[in-house]
């Protein structure tokens, strides 16, 4: 629980949970207001249950429901008149407290200074810059006057703090240091997701994984600590979950993407018990490891979504890794382990396939292909699988485990989904070597939202974002984007403790490795490898990647003539990442 104090008596938090209204009503708060409509997200608390334990504690509880970007005249006057009604000290939340404080914002307009109201904003944590136009219309009208302040506006405005949002940032930065950015984030801590797999492996501790997002912004960037709701391309602006409109010349869309844990029945529900885990979620890895140290004997089950999902290789990540770890315990012979893929192959590039081959039949895992997991109940625990026969037909089959090892479905957000941005299949619809979009020519995207028929890596971020670094440059100069992007993708492969399978490959399955064989031949596991994945990558990815230095990363540049702004070659080897 994170509350933040905008007034004496009221405050706002991001999203609470049920066990947190103990804590509320102990810290004297007499008032709840919800302003999170149910059904956002899957991990999101139902509004009846927090209303029953507010109402236990004691509290007064309304809810007055925002859909992001779209703060009316009738919820400002509902929340005023929530504020004038409920006993103070008063708590309002929503996601990430931004539509809750927009609101007060909005209420206190012509009561407050803009100047006072902002104040307080800032120091709480939320950035209500771009909303200093409909405040000083609000205060306007009080007073009867018309406002006529204008939106803000920057030259490029990225959608997403995550990796390829940061990356191509820095390195935007890199070719001109003045650029006028603005990220638009509304989280405040960073993840290094690839470190998950070995924090479920027992070989890092969660907390290596995470940073403050202020630590890794770049400097000279402008945080706008909101959600993106929503696009208008036609207008060349943005819409944020308070309604604000944030004005472009160029738009960078890096969201990332949507863990769908209600693809699967029941999977939300026994997520962190009875041996129902997944290394897709910071808080959930250690359990991964626990489950693995422990277990002595019995069924572990290990599950691969249809694709696109992030990273191809990382299930069965976990699972080598597992079963090494069972293996030098002595326990692997009374293990039954089954990787379900509801794809119809180990991994999509022949080339790796073999050796990783060598490593089923050394664990003795079952493969079974073309089965997909629909639903999981954790009190009997049982999983439930659809399997396609070679002839197409469908039929069901449930399983026992003592373990689980879920990787869920992944989708685009619902916001890049439903807008002007996507593509019929819901992704970000760009050419996929500039990364340009198709059909708005000031719009670019890139990381795992993208459309781009390649691995959803981290890897493939550090190519793409030089890229599009130096396209948006280009375009905002009038040229043709000459930048191009061929694919390029990584999965290294933690066969055991000590060893990795380097996949690199580019669109077709085309194999792009980084160094000559001599050196580190990526179809068989190495040493090498594992020391690159374990100590390096990390030291890569947040010193170098996220600081725009592109070394061997540098983009491959068509023919034109060159602007002020180009970025001179890193060096001269192979352009590799």
């Known amino acids: 629980m994170d509350i933040r104090v905008l007034a004496p008596d009221f405050s ?10 103990s804590l509320i009503a102990a810290q004297g708060f007499c008032s709840l207001v ?24 004691g509290l007064d509880v309304r809810s007055i429901p925002i859909t992001p ?26 996601r990430t407290g931004t539509r809750s404080v927009s609101l007060w914002a909005l209420a206190q307009a012509g009561h407050l200074s803009v100047e006072a109201i902002l104040k307080a904003a800032q120091g709480a944590g939320y950035d209500l810059t771009a909303l200093r136009p409909r405040l000083e219309e609000r205060a306007a009208q009080s007073h009867g006057t018309p406002g006529s302040a204008p939106r803000a506006s920057h030259d490029i405005l990225i959608i997403g703090g995550g990796a390829a949002g940061l990356a191509t940032a820095s390195s935007i930065l890199r070719r001109k240091p003045d650029a006028d950015i ?9 993840y290094y997701q690839p470190g998950w797999t070995l924090v479920g492996g027992g ?4 907390e290596q994984t995470e940073r403050r997002m202020e630590t890794v912004m770049p400097k000279g960037v402008k945080w706008i600590r909101a959600a993106c709701a929503g696009f208008e391309p036609e207008q060349n602006q943005v819409v944020l979950e308070d309604g604000t409109r944030i004005g472009y010349a160029a738009l960078i869309a890096a969201p990332g993407l949507k863990l769908d844990w209600a693809g699967v029945e029941g999977l939300k529900e026994s997520l962190g018990r009875n041996g129902v885990t997944s290394n897709y979620l910071f808080d959930m890895a250690p359990y991964t490891w626990e489950l693995v140290n422990s277990i002595k004997d019995g069924r572990a089950l290990f599950t691969q979504p249809p694709m696109p999902i992030k990273c191809a290789g990382a299930p ?22 089954h990787f379900h893929n509801a794809g119809g192959a180990l991994f999509g590039v022949a080339d790796y396939v073999p050796a990783l081959m060598e490593y089923v039949e050394l664990y003795g895992i079952t493969l079974d292909f073309n089965e997909r ?20 037909t469908r039929s069901e089959r449930t399983d026992t485990f003592d373990m689980i090892h879920v990787c869920p479905p992944q989708v685009s957000h619902d916001f890049i989904r439903t807008s002007p941005l996507a593509n019929t299949a819901g992704w970000i619809d760009v050419d996929g070597e500039t990364l340009q979009h198709v059909r708005y020519g000031n719009v670019f995207g890139l990381g795992d939202g993208g459309s781009t028929p390649n691995a959803k890596t981290a890897a493939a971020v550090r190519k793409q974002a030089p890229v599009v670094a130096h396209n948006v440059l280009a375009v905002l100069e009038g040229q043709s984007p000459n930048a191009v992007y061929n694919g390029y993708g990584s999965c290294p492969l933690t066969v055991e403790r000590g060893k990795i399978v380097l996949a690199e490959f580019a669109y077709g399955g085309v194999l792009d490795p980084s160094f000559p064989t001599w050196l580190l031949d990526g179809r068989k596991p190495t040493r090498r490898a594992w020391f690159l994945k374990e100590k390096m990558l990390p030291s890569i990815y947040f010193n170098q990647m996220l600081k725009g230095d592109e070394f061997l990363a540098g983009p491959r540049l068509l023919p034109h003539a060159p602007t002020a702004h180009e970025a001179q070659p890193a060096c001269d080897f192979k352009d590799k990442a």
């Open 12 to 21: 706002v938090s991001p999203q609470i949970s049920v066990r947190d209204i």
């Open 34 to 57: 919800i302003n999170r409509p149910d059904g956002e997200a899957e991990d999101q608390p139902a509004q009846a249950d927090i209303m029953e334990a507010a109402s236990r504690h």
């Open 69 to 94: 970007g779209q703060i009316t005249d009738a919820d400002i006057e509902a929340f005023a008149q929530a504020l004038r009604d409920m006993p103070a000290p008063l708590l309002a939340y929503c």
């Open 182 to 190: 603005a990220i638009i984030e509304p989280r405040e801590e960073h």
């Open 203 to 206: 070989v890092f501790k969660r």
């Open 316 to 337: 069965q990540k976990a699972m080598y890794l597992a079963c090494d770890a069972w293996r030098r315990r002595g326990v692997l012979d009374q293990m039954d382990v």
């Open 373 to 392: 997991l629909v639903a999981v109940d954790g009190d009997r625990q049982e999983a439930r699988f659809e399997i396609i026969a070679p002839d197409g």
